[in-house]
Protein backbone atom coordinates (compact mmCIF):
# COMPACT_ATOMS: atom_id res chain seq x y z
CA UNK A 1 0.00 0.00 0.00
CA UNK A 2 1.21 3.42 -0.72
CA UNK A 3 2.10 5.50 2.05
CA UNK A 4 0.46 8.55 2.35
CA UNK A 5 2.28 12.00 0.68
CA UNK A 6 4.38 14.58 3.47
CA UNK A 7 2.68 17.37 3.54
CA UNK A 8 3.45 20.53 1.28
CA UNK A 9 5.85 18.24 -0.79
CA UNK A 10 6.21 18.64 -4.63
CA UNK A 11 5.17 15.65 -5.83
CA UNK A 12 6.11 13.83 -9.23
CA UNK A 13 3.39 11.54 -11.09
CA UNK A 14 5.70 9.04 -13.16
CA UNK A 15 4.63 8.82 -16.35
CA UNK A 16 7.26 5.99 -16.94
CA UNK A 17 9.83 8.77 -18.43
CA UNK A 18 13.56 7.79 -17.04
CA UNK A 19 13.36 11.27 -15.97
CA UNK A 20 10.91 11.03 -13.21
CA UNK A 21 13.97 10.66 -10.42
CA UNK A 22 15.91 13.55 -11.94
CA UNK A 23 13.30 15.99 -11.94
CA UNK A 24 12.31 14.56 -7.92
CA UNK A 25 16.20 15.63 -7.54
CA UNK A 26 15.91 19.34 -8.81
CA UNK A 27 12.82 20.07 -6.87
CA UNK A 28 15.19 19.65 -4.06
CA UNK A 29 17.89 21.95 -5.49
CA UNK A 30 15.06 24.02 -5.62
CA UNK A 31 14.40 23.60 -1.64
CA UNK A 32 11.50 21.58 -1.89
CA UNK A 33 10.51 17.90 -0.51
CA UNK A 34 9.97 15.96 -3.85
CA UNK A 35 8.42 12.49 -4.06
CA UNK A 36 7.54 10.47 -6.94
CA UNK A 37 4.34 8.73 -7.20
CA UNK A 38 2.68 6.10 -9.85
CA UNK A 39 0.35 8.05 -12.35
CA UNK A 40 -3.09 6.17 -10.96
CA UNK A 41 -2.18 8.03 -7.80
CA UNK A 42 -6.19 9.20 -7.24
CA UNK A 43 -6.67 13.29 -6.55
CA UNK A 44 -7.56 12.14 -2.55
CA UNK A 45 -4.30 10.58 -2.01
CA UNK A 46 -2.86 14.16 -3.34
CA UNK A 47 -4.51 16.51 -1.18
CA UNK A 48 -2.07 18.70 0.84
CA UNK A 49 0.82 18.62 -1.45
CA UNK A 50 2.54 21.68 -2.30
CA UNK A 51 2.77 21.01 -5.95
CA UNK A 52 2.02 18.62 -8.85
CA UNK A 53 4.64 18.01 -11.84
CA UNK A 54 3.12 15.51 -14.40
CA UNK A 55 6.45 13.61 -15.96
CA UNK A 56 7.62 12.26 -19.38
CA UNK A 57 6.68 9.03 -20.83
CA UNK A 58 7.48 6.99 -23.73
CA UNK A 59 3.40 7.08 -24.96
CA UNK A 60 1.12 8.69 -26.70
CA UNK A 61 -1.89 10.15 -24.64
CA UNK A 62 -4.06 8.39 -27.40
CA UNK A 63 -2.38 5.20 -27.64
CA UNK A 64 -4.80 2.35 -25.90
CA UNK A 65 -3.67 1.75 -21.98
CA UNK A 66 -1.79 5.24 -22.24
CA UNK A 67 -1.53 5.86 -18.77
CA UNK A 68 -3.84 8.89 -17.77
CA UNK A 69 -4.40 11.06 -14.46
CA UNK A 70 -7.22 11.44 -12.43
CA UNK A 71 -8.97 14.39 -13.75
CA UNK A 72 -9.78 15.67 -10.05
CA UNK A 73 -6.45 16.29 -9.32
CA UNK A 74 -6.84 19.58 -11.51
CA UNK A 75 -9.66 20.41 -9.35
CA UNK A 76 -7.68 20.36 -5.73
CA UNK A 77 -5.98 24.25 -6.69
CA UNK A 78 -2.42 23.07 -6.61
CA UNK A 79 -0.63 24.35 -8.94
CA UNK A 80 0.36 21.94 -11.60
CA UNK A 81 3.73 21.42 -14.24
CA UNK A 82 3.41 19.32 -17.21
CA UNK A 83 6.85 18.10 -18.98
CA UNK A 84 6.80 16.75 -22.29
CA UNK A 85 3.93 13.33 -21.80
CA UNK A 86 3.16 15.54 -18.83
CA UNK A 87 2.26 18.18 -21.31
CA UNK A 88 0.28 16.48 -23.57
CA UNK A 89 -1.50 14.84 -20.92
CA UNK A 90 -2.57 18.08 -19.42
CA UNK A 91 -4.17 19.87 -22.81
CA UNK A 92 -5.41 16.50 -23.35
CA UNK A 93 -7.51 15.88 -19.91
CA UNK A 94 -8.83 20.19 -20.38
CA UNK A 95 -10.24 19.52 -23.31
CA UNK A 96 -7.36 20.55 -25.81
CA UNK A 97 -6.09 18.62 -28.72
CA UNK A 98 -2.72 16.77 -29.22
CA UNK A 99 -1.85 15.52 -32.53
CA UNK A 100 1.19 13.19 -33.73
CA UNK A 101 3.90 15.48 -34.40
CA UNK A 102 4.94 16.35 -38.57
CA UNK A 103 8.65 16.74 -37.36
CA UNK A 104 10.14 14.40 -34.19
CA UNK A 105 12.11 16.79 -32.53
CA UNK A 106 14.79 15.25 -29.94
CA UNK A 107 18.07 16.69 -29.05
CA UNK A 108 18.95 20.71 -28.49
CA UNK A 109 16.36 22.73 -30.25
CA UNK A 110 16.42 26.50 -29.47
CA UNK A 111 12.87 27.83 -28.41
CA UNK A 112 11.26 31.84 -28.20
CA UNK A 113 9.35 32.95 -25.42
CA UNK A 114 5.54 34.19 -27.06
CA UNK A 115 3.88 35.03 -23.11
CA UNK A 116 6.13 36.13 -20.52
CA UNK A 117 4.56 33.95 -17.60
CA UNK A 118 5.56 33.60 -14.03
CA UNK A 119 6.86 30.19 -15.09
CA UNK A 120 9.40 32.07 -17.09
CA UNK A 121 10.32 34.92 -15.58
CA UNK A 122 13.61 36.16 -15.41
CA UNK A 123 13.97 34.25 -18.59
CA UNK A 124 15.87 35.78 -21.74
CA UNK A 125 13.46 35.54 -25.13
CA UNK A 126 15.25 32.81 -26.96
CA UNK A 127 17.40 30.03 -25.14
CA UNK A 128 18.52 26.32 -25.93
CA UNK A 129 15.80 23.61 -24.58
CA UNK A 130 15.96 19.72 -24.70
CA UNK A 131 12.90 17.68 -26.62
CA UNK A 132 12.01 14.37 -27.36
CA UNK A 133 8.87 14.13 -28.52
CA UNK A 134 6.54 13.02 -31.17
CA UNK A 135 3.27 14.15 -30.23
CA UNK A 136 2.21 18.17 -30.08
CA UNK A 137 -0.25 20.15 -28.77
CA UNK A 138 -1.90 21.69 -31.24
CA UNK A 139 -4.80 22.95 -29.54
CA UNK A 140 -4.70 24.94 -26.25
CA UNK A 141 -7.42 23.98 -23.33
CA UNK A 142 -9.48 26.63 -22.43
CA UNK A 143 -7.59 29.68 -20.57
CA UNK A 144 -4.23 28.71 -21.49
CA UNK A 145 -1.83 31.13 -23.73
CA UNK A 146 1.03 29.43 -25.49
CA UNK A 147 4.24 30.26 -23.64
CA UNK A 148 6.48 29.37 -26.20
CA UNK A 149 7.36 27.90 -29.36
CA UNK A 150 9.86 25.98 -31.39
CA UNK A 151 10.21 25.68 -35.11
CA UNK A 152 8.72 22.63 -35.08
CA UNK A 153 6.40 23.08 -32.29
CA UNK A 154 3.85 25.94 -31.84
CA UNK A 155 2.81 25.21 -28.37
CA UNK A 156 5.93 24.26 -26.99
CA UNK A 157 4.72 25.62 -23.81
CA UNK A 158 1.49 26.70 -22.37
CA UNK A 159 0.33 28.49 -19.16
CA UNK A 160 -2.82 29.70 -16.95
CA UNK A 161 -1.36 31.77 -14.90
CA UNK A 162 -4.07 32.49 -12.66
CA UNK A 163 -4.93 28.41 -11.58
CA UNK A 164 -0.99 28.13 -11.95
CA UNK A 165 -0.96 25.27 -14.71
CA UNK A 166 1.75 25.54 -16.81
CA UNK A 167 3.10 22.58 -19.41
CA UNK A 168 6.07 22.59 -21.38
CA UNK A 169 7.14 19.99 -24.62
CA UNK A 170 10.78 19.66 -23.69
CA UNK A 171 12.75 18.88 -20.41
CA UNK A 172 13.26 21.61 -17.86
CA UNK A 173 15.30 19.12 -15.61
CA UNK A 174 18.19 17.75 -17.69
CA UNK A 175 21.26 20.14 -17.87
CA UNK A 176 21.42 20.34 -21.10
CA UNK A 177 18.04 23.03 -21.07
CA UNK A 178 19.29 26.06 -20.72
CA UNK A 179 17.54 27.58 -17.32
CA UNK A 180 16.52 24.56 -16.63
CA UNK A 181 16.57 25.02 -13.15
CA UNK A 182 15.52 28.79 -13.20
CA UNK A 183 11.93 27.66 -14.85
CA UNK A 184 11.80 24.76 -11.60
CA UNK A 185 12.71 27.30 -9.06
CA UNK A 186 10.09 29.37 -10.99
CA UNK A 187 7.22 26.67 -10.04
CA UNK A 188 8.38 25.95 -7.05
CA UNK A 189 8.83 29.59 -5.52
CA UNK A 190 4.67 29.36 -6.88
CA UNK A 191 3.88 26.44 -4.45
CA UNK A 192 3.06 26.32 -1.00
CA UNK A 193 6.36 24.16 0.41
CA UNK A 194 7.64 24.50 3.44
CA UNK A 195 11.61 25.07 2.77
CA UNK A 196 13.63 21.84 2.58
CA UNK A 197 17.09 20.78 2.79
CA UNK A 198 19.35 18.55 4.12
CA UNK A 199 20.10 20.38 7.05
CA UNK A 200 16.89 20.62 8.03
CA UNK A 201 16.01 16.87 7.33
CA UNK A 202 19.05 15.98 9.47
CA UNK A 203 17.56 18.57 12.25
CA UNK A 204 14.28 16.46 12.18
CA UNK A 205 15.25 12.74 11.92
CA UNK A 206 15.99 12.22 14.68
CA UNK A 207 12.59 12.82 16.11
CA UNK A 208 11.19 10.47 12.98
CA UNK A 209 13.79 8.07 14.45
CA UNK A 210 12.67 8.14 18.07
CA UNK A 211 8.82 8.28 16.58
CA UNK A 212 9.24 5.07 14.69
CA UNK A 213 11.49 2.66 16.83
CA UNK A 214 9.46 4.08 19.69
CA UNK A 215 11.46 1.84 22.57
CA UNK A 216 12.55 -0.70 20.39
CA UNK A 217 15.92 -1.66 19.75
CA UNK A 218 17.43 -1.79 16.05
CA UNK A 219 20.01 -4.50 14.58
CA UNK A 220 21.14 -3.62 11.23
CA UNK A 221 23.21 -5.30 8.71
CA UNK A 222 26.78 -2.98 8.01
CA UNK A 223 28.02 -2.73 4.64
CA UNK A 224 31.12 -0.29 5.20
CA UNK A 225 29.41 1.22 2.19
CA UNK A 226 28.14 5.11 2.82
CA UNK A 227 24.43 4.36 2.86
CA UNK A 228 24.62 1.98 5.95
CA UNK A 229 27.89 3.64 7.92
CA UNK A 230 25.51 7.08 7.34
CA UNK A 231 21.62 5.02 8.75
CA UNK A 232 24.15 2.98 11.38
CA UNK A 233 25.94 6.38 12.49
CA UNK A 234 22.48 8.24 12.78
CA UNK A 235 20.92 5.01 14.74
CA UNK A 236 23.20 5.01 17.31
CA UNK A 237 23.41 9.00 17.43
CA UNK A 238 19.39 9.27 18.48
CA UNK A 239 19.05 5.92 19.59
CA UNK A 240 22.05 5.68 21.71
CA UNK A 241 24.52 2.45 21.29
CA UNK A 242 22.79 0.18 23.73
CA UNK A 243 19.78 0.26 21.55
CA UNK A 244 21.61 -0.37 18.22
CA UNK A 245 23.29 -3.79 17.10
CA UNK A 246 24.96 -3.87 14.04
CA UNK A 247 26.43 -6.81 12.15
CA UNK A 248 28.85 -7.21 9.54
CA UNK A 249 27.72 -10.35 6.84
CA UNK A 250 30.99 -11.71 4.77
CA UNK A 251 29.28 -12.78 2.26
CA UNK A 252 32.76 -13.36 0.48
CA UNK A 253 31.15 -10.98 -2.07
CA UNK A 254 33.11 -8.02 -1.09
CA UNK A 255 35.96 -6.56 -1.72
CA UNK A 256 39.66 -7.24 -0.95
CA UNK A 257 40.66 -6.47 2.73
CA UNK A 258 37.23 -4.91 2.91
CA UNK A 259 36.10 -6.81 6.03
CA UNK A 260 39.57 -5.00 7.55
CA UNK A 261 39.30 -1.69 6.27
CA UNK A 262 35.36 -1.46 7.49
CA UNK A 263 36.30 -2.81 11.24
CA UNK A 264 39.36 -0.24 11.12
CA UNK A 265 36.64 2.74 10.23
CA UNK A 266 34.42 1.94 12.80
CA UNK A 267 36.51 1.35 15.47
CA UNK A 268 38.30 4.58 14.44
CA UNK A 269 34.35 6.06 14.82
CA UNK A 270 34.41 4.34 18.35
CA UNK A 271 31.36 1.50 17.67
CA UNK A 272 32.07 -1.53 19.32
CA UNK A 273 28.27 -2.91 18.92
CA UNK A 274 28.56 -4.47 16.04
CA UNK A 275 29.78 -7.94 15.15
CA UNK A 276 31.33 -10.08 12.38
CA UNK A 277 30.08 -13.22 10.64
CA UNK A 278 32.01 -15.03 7.85
CA UNK A 279 29.18 -16.60 6.38
CA UNK A 280 30.86 -16.63 2.63
CA UNK A 281 30.45 -20.47 2.51
CA UNK A 282 26.23 -20.01 3.00
CA UNK A 283 26.27 -17.84 0.21
CA UNK A 284 28.73 -19.48 -2.24
CA UNK A 285 26.84 -22.73 -1.96
CA UNK A 286 23.40 -21.17 -2.21
CA UNK A 287 24.52 -19.40 -5.41
CA UNK A 288 26.18 -22.60 -6.87
CA UNK A 289 24.20 -23.43 -10.39
CA UNK A 290 22.17 -20.53 -10.50
CA UNK A 291 23.32 -18.32 -13.94
CA UNK A 292 19.93 -15.82 -13.95
CA UNK A 293 20.73 -12.27 -12.51
CA UNK A 294 17.37 -11.83 -11.21
CA UNK A 295 17.68 -15.56 -9.36
CA UNK A 296 21.06 -14.55 -8.15
CA UNK A 297 20.12 -11.34 -6.43
CA UNK A 298 16.64 -12.85 -4.72
CA UNK A 299 19.07 -15.63 -3.16
CA UNK A 300 21.88 -12.97 -1.86
CA UNK A 301 19.11 -11.12 -0.28
CA UNK A 302 17.23 -14.41 1.01
CA UNK A 303 20.53 -15.74 2.17
CA UNK A 304 21.27 -12.10 4.07
CA UNK A 305 18.17 -12.73 5.51
CA UNK A 306 18.65 -16.08 6.53
CA UNK A 307 21.91 -15.48 8.37
CA UNK A 308 20.71 -12.36 10.53
CA UNK A 309 17.78 -14.53 11.82
CA UNK A 310 20.13 -16.87 12.44
CA UNK A 311 22.46 -14.68 13.77
CA UNK A 312 19.94 -12.21 15.86
CA UNK A 313 18.39 -15.33 17.62
CA UNK A 314 21.92 -16.45 18.47
CA UNK A 315 22.44 -12.92 20.40
CA UNK A 316 18.69 -13.69 21.27
CA UNK A 317 17.45 -10.17 19.16
CA UNK A 318 13.77 -11.26 19.11
CA UNK A 319 11.29 -9.27 17.45
CA UNK A 320 8.55 -10.34 20.31
CA UNK A 321 11.96 -8.58 22.68
CA UNK A 322 11.28 -5.39 20.77
CA UNK A 323 14.22 -5.95 18.38
CA UNK A 324 13.30 -4.19 14.43
CA UNK A 325 15.56 -4.49 11.80
CA UNK A 326 17.42 -1.39 10.13
CA UNK A 327 18.34 -0.86 6.49
CA UNK A 328 20.65 1.84 4.94
CA UNK A 329 17.80 2.13 2.15
CA UNK A 330 18.07 5.34 -0.23
CA UNK A 331 15.08 7.14 -2.45
CA UNK A 332 15.76 5.46 -5.97
CA UNK A 333 16.28 2.10 -3.97
CA UNK A 334 12.85 2.40 -3.07
CA UNK A 335 11.38 3.64 -6.25
CA UNK A 336 13.27 1.31 -8.65
CA UNK A 337 11.45 -1.79 -7.60
CA UNK A 338 8.00 -0.98 -9.53
CA UNK A 339 7.10 1.90 -7.63
CA UNK A 340 6.62 2.93 -11.03
CA UNK A 341 3.52 0.75 -12.78
CA UNK A 342 4.86 2.19 -16.24
CA UNK A 343 8.48 1.36 -16.53
CA UNK A 344 9.75 -2.36 -16.54
CA UNK A 345 11.20 -3.30 -12.95
CA UNK A 346 14.91 -3.18 -13.57
CA UNK A 347 15.92 -5.11 -11.57
CA UNK A 348 14.87 -5.88 -7.54
CA UNK A 349 16.86 -3.89 -5.03
CA UNK A 350 17.69 -6.62 -2.70
CA UNK A 351 16.45 -4.54 0.27
CA UNK A 352 13.15 -5.10 -1.29
CA UNK A 353 12.82 -8.55 -1.53
CA UNK A 354 9.55 -10.39 -0.48
CA UNK A 355 10.25 -11.11 2.97
CA UNK A 356 11.57 -7.77 3.63
CA UNK A 357 8.61 -6.22 1.87
CA UNK A 358 6.28 -7.90 4.11
CA UNK A 359 8.20 -6.99 7.24
CA UNK A 360 8.30 -3.10 6.23
CA UNK A 361 4.38 -3.77 6.06
CA UNK A 362 4.06 -5.34 9.77
CA UNK A 363 6.19 -2.11 10.99
CA UNK A 364 9.40 -4.17 11.77
CA UNK A 365 11.62 -2.20 9.48
CA UNK A 366 13.50 1.39 10.20
CA UNK A 367 14.92 2.76 7.13
CA UNK A 368 16.05 6.69 8.29
CA UNK A 369 17.43 7.54 4.70
CA UNK A 370 14.31 6.12 2.52
CA UNK A 371 13.62 9.93 1.91
CA UNK A 372 17.15 10.79 0.54
CA UNK A 373 19.17 10.45 -2.68
CA UNK A 374 23.18 9.22 -2.55
CA UNK A 375 24.34 13.10 -2.43
CA UNK A 376 21.93 13.85 0.23
CA UNK A 377 23.24 10.85 1.96
CA UNK A 378 26.57 12.08 1.65
CA UNK A 379 25.76 15.81 2.75
CA UNK A 380 23.92 14.67 6.07
CA UNK A 381 27.09 12.01 6.79
CA UNK A 382 29.44 15.46 6.95
CA UNK A 383 26.93 17.00 8.61
CA UNK A 384 27.18 14.02 11.23
CA UNK A 385 30.43 14.27 11.30
CA UNK A 386 31.52 11.64 9.36
CA UNK A 387 35.42 11.57 7.86
CA UNK A 388 35.00 12.46 4.22
CA UNK A 389 37.09 9.43 2.95
CA UNK A 390 34.01 7.08 3.98
CA UNK A 391 31.18 9.30 2.76
CA UNK A 392 32.72 9.93 -0.25
CA UNK A 393 33.85 5.92 -1.01
CA UNK A 394 32.33 5.00 -4.27
CA UNK A 395 28.94 3.02 -4.14
CA UNK A 396 28.99 -0.61 -4.14
CA UNK A 397 26.35 -2.53 -4.51
CA UNK A 398 24.52 -4.47 -2.04
CA UNK A 399 24.81 -7.92 -3.42
CA UNK A 400 28.55 -7.15 -3.92
CA UNK A 401 30.80 -9.07 -6.57
CA UNK A 402 28.00 -11.25 -6.67
CA UNK A 403 26.17 -8.55 -9.53
CA UNK A 404 29.72 -8.30 -11.15
CA UNK A 405 30.32 -11.88 -11.83
CA UNK A 406 28.71 -12.80 -14.93
CA UNK A 407 27.50 -16.16 -15.23
CA UNK A 408 26.39 -18.27 -18.45
CA UNK A 409 25.75 -21.73 -18.89
CA UNK A 410 26.23 -21.88 -22.70
CA UNK A 411 27.31 -19.06 -25.19
CA UNK A 412 24.83 -16.70 -26.31
CA UNK A 413 26.14 -14.91 -29.81
CA UNK A 414 24.70 -13.33 -32.92
CA UNK A 415 26.41 -14.19 -36.29
CA UNK A 416 26.99 -10.52 -37.53
CA UNK A 417 28.55 -11.82 -40.70
CA UNK A 418 25.15 -13.36 -42.22
CA UNK A 419 23.35 -10.61 -40.23
CA UNK A 420 24.71 -7.76 -41.44
CA UNK A 421 24.80 -4.75 -38.60
CA UNK A 422 21.26 -2.56 -38.84
CA UNK A 423 23.25 0.18 -38.70
CA UNK A 424 21.85 3.31 -40.64
CA UNK A 425 24.83 3.63 -42.94
CA UNK A 426 26.77 -0.05 -42.74
CA UNK A 427 29.10 0.85 -45.15
CA UNK A 428 30.37 3.94 -43.29
CA UNK A 429 30.74 2.36 -40.30
CA UNK A 430 32.94 -0.23 -41.84
CA UNK A 431 34.79 2.22 -43.89
CA UNK A 432 35.38 4.27 -40.58
CA UNK A 433 36.16 1.04 -38.84
CA UNK A 434 39.11 0.24 -41.45
CA UNK A 435 39.75 3.88 -40.96
CA UNK A 436 40.58 3.33 -37.37
CA UNK A 437 42.02 0.16 -37.86
CA UNK A 438 39.71 -1.42 -35.43
CA UNK A 439 38.09 -4.31 -35.56
CA UNK A 440 34.49 -5.59 -34.21
CA UNK A 441 33.67 -8.93 -32.05
CA UNK A 442 29.93 -9.92 -30.55
CA UNK A 443 30.88 -10.84 -27.23
CA UNK A 444 28.79 -14.45 -26.78
CA UNK A 445 27.20 -13.04 -23.68
CA UNK A 446 24.27 -10.59 -23.15
CA UNK A 447 23.99 -7.92 -20.15
CA UNK A 448 21.60 -5.56 -18.88
CA UNK A 449 20.65 -2.03 -20.05
CA UNK A 450 17.95 0.29 -20.09
CA UNK A 451 16.59 1.90 -23.24
CA UNK A 452 13.35 4.18 -23.16
CA UNK A 453 11.80 2.98 -20.08
CA UNK A 454 12.51 -0.59 -20.91
CA UNK A 455 15.31 -3.28 -19.62
CA UNK A 456 16.85 -4.64 -22.23
CA UNK A 457 19.29 -7.68 -22.05
CA UNK A 458 21.22 -7.56 -25.14
CA UNK A 459 24.81 -7.97 -26.46
CA UNK A 460 27.84 -6.05 -26.22
CA UNK A 461 29.80 -4.82 -29.15
CA UNK A 462 33.86 -5.09 -28.74
CA UNK A 463 36.04 -2.95 -30.92
CA UNK A 464 40.00 -4.19 -30.77
CA UNK A 465 41.74 -0.79 -30.44
CA UNK A 466 44.32 -1.28 -27.39
CA UNK A 467 44.19 0.67 -24.58
CA UNK A 468 43.70 3.94 -26.31
CA UNK A 469 40.08 5.73 -26.28
CA UNK A 470 39.63 7.55 -29.06
CA UNK A 471 36.97 10.46 -30.18
CA UNK A 472 35.78 8.04 -33.13
CA UNK A 473 35.47 5.17 -30.38
CA UNK A 474 33.08 7.19 -27.96
CA UNK A 475 30.99 8.08 -30.92
CA UNK A 476 30.92 4.91 -31.81
CA UNK A 477 29.46 4.09 -28.38
CA UNK A 478 26.92 5.90 -28.65
CA UNK A 479 25.49 5.55 -32.72
CA UNK A 480 26.25 1.99 -31.87
CA UNK A 481 23.17 0.71 -29.79
CA UNK A 482 21.20 4.20 -30.66
CA UNK A 483 21.41 2.59 -34.50
CA UNK A 484 21.40 -1.21 -34.11
CA UNK A 485 19.03 -2.56 -31.13
CA UNK A 486 20.80 -5.73 -31.23
CA UNK A 487 23.88 -3.83 -28.82
CA UNK A 488 23.19 -2.19 -25.63
CA UNK A 489 27.28 -1.76 -25.08
CA UNK A 490 30.42 -1.07 -27.07
CA UNK A 491 33.67 -2.08 -25.70
CA UNK A 492 37.01 -1.40 -26.03
CA UNK A 493 39.52 -4.62 -25.95
CA UNK A 494 42.20 -2.54 -24.44
CA UNK A 495 44.60 -6.37 -24.40
CA UNK A 496 44.21 -6.91 -27.70
CA UNK A 497 44.54 -4.81 -31.48
CA UNK A 498 43.23 -7.58 -33.15
CA UNK A 499 39.85 -9.80 -33.08
CA UNK A 500 40.74 -13.24 -31.38
CA UNK A 501 37.98 -16.24 -30.98
CA UNK A 502 36.07 -16.18 -27.94
CA UNK A 503 36.52 -19.43 -25.99
CA UNK A 504 32.95 -19.66 -23.63
CA UNK A 505 33.19 -21.57 -20.51
CA UNK A 506 30.45 -21.71 -18.37
CA UNK A 507 30.50 -19.96 -15.07
CA UNK A 508 28.37 -19.01 -12.01
CA UNK A 509 29.80 -17.64 -8.62
CA UNK A 510 31.84 -19.48 -6.89
CA UNK A 511 34.99 -18.38 -4.58
CA UNK A 512 37.83 -18.73 -7.14
CA UNK A 513 35.52 -16.75 -9.22
CA UNK A 514 35.02 -14.09 -6.42
CA UNK A 515 39.28 -14.41 -5.66
CA UNK A 516 40.25 -13.57 -9.04
CA UNK A 517 37.76 -10.91 -9.29
CA UNK A 518 38.68 -9.46 -6.03
CA UNK A 519 42.64 -8.97 -7.37
CA UNK A 520 41.25 -7.47 -10.80
CA UNK A 521 38.84 -5.33 -8.49
CA UNK A 522 41.79 -4.25 -6.25
CA UNK A 523 44.51 -3.61 -8.88
CA UNK A 524 41.56 -0.96 -10.32
CA UNK A 525 41.28 0.48 -6.45
CA UNK A 526 45.18 1.01 -6.33
CA UNK A 527 45.98 2.68 -9.80
CA UNK A 528 42.72 5.38 -10.01
CA UNK A 529 44.11 6.41 -5.85
CA UNK A 530 47.70 6.49 -7.59
CA UNK A 531 46.62 8.32 -10.29
CA UNK A 532 44.21 10.94 -8.69
CA UNK A 533 41.28 9.65 -10.19
CA UNK A 534 38.86 8.35 -6.98
CA UNK A 535 37.32 11.47 -6.70
CA UNK A 536 36.46 12.57 -9.86
CA UNK A 537 34.93 8.48 -11.11
CA UNK A 538 31.91 8.34 -9.18
CA UNK A 539 32.10 4.57 -9.55
CA UNK A 540 33.99 1.83 -11.10
CA UNK A 541 32.61 -1.60 -11.47
CA UNK A 542 35.07 -4.47 -12.27
CA UNK A 543 32.97 -7.45 -13.91
CA UNK A 544 34.35 -10.76 -14.69
CA UNK A 545 32.98 -12.25 -17.78
CA UNK A 546 33.43 -16.10 -18.61
CA UNK A 547 35.20 -16.13 -21.99
CA UNK A 548 38.38 -15.02 -22.33
CA UNK A 549 40.76 -15.63 -25.53
CA UNK A 550 41.76 -19.39 -24.35
CA UNK A 551 39.81 -22.08 -23.65
CA UNK A 552 39.04 -22.36 -19.68
CA UNK A 553 40.30 -18.40 -19.62
CA UNK A 554 38.30 -15.40 -18.13
CA UNK A 555 37.93 -11.76 -19.06
CA UNK A 556 37.98 -8.39 -16.98
CA UNK A 557 35.73 -4.99 -17.86
CA UNK A 558 36.56 -1.59 -16.48
CA UNK A 559 33.57 0.56 -16.15
CA UNK A 560 34.50 3.54 -14.71
CA UNK A 561 31.64 6.48 -14.79
CA UNK A 562 30.59 10.03 -13.67
CA UNK A 563 27.19 10.60 -12.87
CA UNK A 564 25.41 12.66 -9.89
CA UNK A 565 22.90 9.91 -8.75
CA UNK A 566 23.27 7.08 -10.74
CA UNK A 567 20.21 7.37 -13.03
CA UNK A 568 22.10 8.44 -15.67
CA UNK A 569 25.55 7.77 -15.66
CA UNK A 570 28.91 8.59 -18.56
CA UNK A 571 31.56 6.72 -19.24
CA UNK A 572 35.21 7.75 -18.37
CA UNK A 573 37.60 7.74 -20.89
CA UNK A 574 40.85 6.82 -18.82
CA UNK A 575 43.74 8.17 -19.64
CA UNK A 576 46.43 6.00 -21.95
CA UNK A 577 48.83 5.24 -19.38
CA UNK A 578 46.44 5.01 -16.40
CA UNK A 579 44.52 2.23 -19.02
CA UNK A 580 47.89 0.70 -20.07
CA UNK A 581 49.05 -0.12 -16.50
CA UNK A 582 45.07 -1.26 -15.25
CA UNK A 583 45.75 -3.89 -18.50
CA UNK A 584 49.21 -4.89 -18.02
CA UNK A 585 48.36 -5.88 -14.24
CA UNK A 586 45.14 -7.46 -15.30
CA UNK A 587 46.76 -9.93 -17.49
CA UNK A 588 49.56 -11.13 -15.26
CA UNK A 589 46.46 -12.83 -13.38
CA UNK A 590 45.85 -16.59 -13.68
CA UNK A 591 43.50 -17.41 -16.54
CA UNK A 592 42.94 -13.93 -17.67
CA UNK A 593 43.84 -12.99 -20.78
CA UNK A 594 41.20 -10.39 -21.93
CA UNK A 595 40.46 -6.48 -20.46
CA UNK A 596 37.67 -4.34 -21.77
CA UNK A 597 37.17 -0.84 -21.13
CA UNK A 598 32.78 -0.17 -21.40
CA UNK A 599 32.54 3.13 -22.83
CA UNK A 600 29.01 3.45 -22.55
CA UNK A 601 26.44 5.88 -21.34
CA UNK A 602 23.41 5.00 -19.11
CA UNK A 603 21.32 5.11 -20.63
CA UNK A 604 21.55 2.74 -23.20
CA UNK A 605 23.86 0.38 -20.78
CA UNK A 606 23.44 0.34 -17.24
CA UNK A 607 25.91 1.05 -14.51
CA UNK A 608 26.29 -2.34 -13.53
CA UNK A 609 26.37 -5.55 -16.17
CA UNK A 610 23.71 -7.33 -14.26
P1 LIG B 1 22.58 0.39 -12.53
O1 LIG B 1 23.35 -0.84 -12.83
O2 LIG B 1 21.11 0.12 -12.38
O3 LIG B 1 23.09 0.87 -11.11
O4 LIG B 1 22.84 1.51 -13.50
C1 LIG B 1 22.71 2.06 -10.50
C2 LIG B 1 23.36 2.09 -9.14
O5 LIG B 1 22.79 1.09 -8.29
C3 LIG B 1 23.77 0.17 -7.87
N1 LIG B 1 23.15 -1.14 -7.91
C4 LIG B 1 22.76 -1.79 -6.82
N2 LIG B 1 22.88 -1.48 -5.53
N3 LIG B 1 21.79 -3.49 -4.97
C5 LIG B 1 22.41 -2.34 -4.60
O6 LIG B 1 22.55 -2.08 -3.41
C6 LIG B 1 21.63 -3.88 -6.25
O7 LIG B 1 21.08 -4.92 -6.55
C7 LIG B 1 22.16 -2.97 -7.22
N4 LIG B 1 22.19 -3.00 -8.58
C8 LIG B 1 22.80 -1.85 -8.97
C9 LIG B 1 24.91 0.30 -8.85
O8 LIG B 1 26.13 -0.14 -8.29
C10 LIG B 1 24.86 1.78 -9.17
O9 LIG B 1 25.47 2.55 -8.17
Known sequence: MEAPIHPKSIVILDF????????????????????IRPPSTVA????????????????????????????????????????????????????GEVTSGKTKEYGRTSITIKTKTNLFAGLPDCFTVWMSHGDEVTRLPSGFVAAASSSDCVNAAMANDARKFFSIQFHAEVAHTEHGLKILKNFVALCPHEPWSVESYAQRIGTEVKETVGDRRVFMLVSGGVDSTVAFTVLNEVLGSHRVQGLLVDTGLMRKNEVRRIKDAFDLLGFENFETVDASEEFFSNLAGVYDPEKKRRIIGDTFLNVQKRISTEMGLKIEDGWMLGQGTIYPDTIETGGTQHADTIKTHHNRVEAVQTMIEMGLVIEPLKDLYKDEVRRLGEEIGLPHDLVWRHPFPGPGLGVRILCAEKEDTIDTKTERYKIQDPDKLEARSSKLEANFSVLPIRSVGVQGDNRTYRHALAIFGGPRVTPEFLELATSVPNADHRFNRVLLCTSHTAPVPFHFTPGFVTRERAD????????????????????????????LLPFGAALGHQSIVLRPIESQEAMTANAVALPDDVLKRMTDQILKLPGIDMVFLDLTNKPPATIEWE
Request: with cysteine.
Open 16 to 35: GGQYAHLIARRVRECGAFSE
Open 44 to 95: EKLKGAAGIILSGGPQSVYDDGSPLVDPDILKLGIPVLGICYGHHLLAHTLG
Open 516 to 543: LLREADDIVYDEMHRAGLYEKIWQFPVV
